[in-house]
């Protein structure tokens, strides 16, 4: 074999081995860079600016706040001038803001940019625009460490997320109800935080009675707050939130809508698939699905359906319904018993990986509670333990 050097080796193999230009910027330049593209992408989605409205998107409500700080700072200005392509920093008012006598956090606060390292630039961190001192605040409260079991809390962010974009959930600001229970939902300090346990309750120095909370964040921490800790730093924050809990809406009101069935079937399979997995949790495994034809017809070719996981199916359990809406019926269950989704790959008939949904690893006898609830209306209070396997009150 011909003998080559380092250089023509590299070149034989298609590999470049021009050394990659070093950034230019400051980590904190890298960081302002990555809170301004999320302005950029609403831009290049909606074709407009984010604006101020009380009846919009949150994202864009927070993404409007982060611009007009922006337009304040022109050293922010000159660093972003070549990424403004559609002119969105025009009109600054050159607020009075020294740049200079601003530590790295404090402008990043001022920018509305999380300072925290994870995924500055993801569409879904929900982040806000913080003074110092409120950030300061905010620190005082309780530390934030990582959370090592954040991967059974994702889906529940990630449901969240989907909640507020299909309308399920609303976020409200925070006063009205001030109130903190196992379970609930809130935007404070720019992130989205879940109350993942309420401890007993305790009486604070001036009498009156408090709680230690386990709070998990939506981007990978956690902290050990006080209820009112809590309560203070959402009063605080103008931009704090609570974020409703689904409602029933009109899933069997008397008003039709687009997706409204007359009468309908909820039904639950249990897979005959050999998968190893699927074999060894079979009596646990069950797909949730709703139809307004013959469940049979569904199901008819589910061996060759990857959404059936290639493989025939057992009716396990179907339920009568009448004037439902099918789209939030299921948002329901996904909301209920997305801790539990069936995390599971599959390829299809083509060798392409799918991902099949309304799969869970729930027993068939909380499936029929939930079912039940769904009926008298008590669903929109429960919670899925899937410690205990069993449906709870949110309370």
């Given at each position: 074999m011909t003998d080559l050097d380092d250089d023509e080796l590299l070149d034989a193999l298609g590999v470049d081995a021009t050394p990659r230009k070093a950034s230019s910027h400051t980590p904190l330049e890298e960081r302002i860079i990555a809170g301004f593209e999320d302005v950029l992408r609403f831009y290049k989605t909606h074709g407009r600016a984010p604006q101020h409205s009380e009846s919009g998107d949150i994202f864009e409500r927070l993404y409007a706040v982060r611009l007009d700080q922006l337009r304040k700072l022109p050293e922010v200005q000159a660093l972003l001038a070549g990424l403004d392509a559609p002119g969105l920093l025009g009109g600054a008012t050159g607020a009075n803001t020294d740049v200079d006598a601003l530590d790295e956090d404090a402008l990043l606060a001022e920018l509305g940019v999380s300072a925290e390292p994870a995924d500055a630039s993801d569409i879904t961190v929900l982040r806000h625009v913080r003074s110092s001192t409120e950030k300061r605040a905010a620190e005082e409260v309780a530390d934030r460490i990582p959370c090592k079991d954040f991967d059974l809390f994702q889906p529940l962010f990630e449901q969240v997320e989907r909640d507020l974009k299909s309308g399920v959930r609303r976020a409200v600001p925070f006063g009205r109800d001030a109130s903190v229970f196992n379970g609930n939902y809130f935007v404070v300090g720019g992130q989205l935080a879940y109350v993942a346990e309420v401890g007993d309750t305790i009486k604070?120095?001036?009498?009156?009675?408090?709680?230690?909370?386990?709070?998990?964040?939506?981007?990978?921490?956690?902290?050990?707050?006080?209820?009112?800790?809590?309560?203070?730093?959402?009063?605080?924050?103008?931009?704090?939130?609570?974020?409703?809990?689904?409602?029933?809406?009109?899933?069997?009101?008397?008003?039709?809508?687009?997706?409204?069935?007359?009468?309908?079937?909820?039904?639950?399979?249990?897979?005959?698939?050999?998968?190893?997995?699927?074999?060894?949790?079979?009596e646990l495994i069950h797909k949730i699905g709703v139809t307004g034809g013959r469940v049979e017809s569904r199901i008819a070719a589910a061996d060759k359906d990857a959404t059936y996981l290639l493989a025939g199916v057992e009716v396990v359990a179907t339920y009568k319904l009448h004037n439902l809406n099918r789209t939030r019926l299921e948002n329901i269950f996904h909301r209920l018993f997305s801790a539990v989704q069936l995390d599971l790959t599959i390829a299809d008939r083509f060798g392409n990986p799918v991902k099949p949904r309304e799969w869970f690893l729930v027993p068939l006898h909380v499936i029929d509670e939930a079912v039940q609830c769904i009926r008298d209306g008590s669903i929109a209070e429960m919670v899925y333990d899937k410690e205990s396997a069993r449906l709870t009150t949110s309370a």
């Open positions: 604070a120095p001036n009498g009156e009675s408090d709680a230690r909370l386990r709070v998990i964040y939506a981007n990978g921490t956690e902290s050990n707050l006080l209820r009112r800790s809590l309560q203070r730093a959402l009063y605080k924050d103008e931009t704090g939130r609570r974020l409703s809990d689904p409602g029933m809406g009109p899933l069997f009101g008397e008003g039709a809508e687009p997706d409204d069935i007359q009468s309908g079937t909820i039904y639950v399979l249990r897979s005959c698939s050999s998968h190893p997995f699927v074999a060894e949790h079979r």
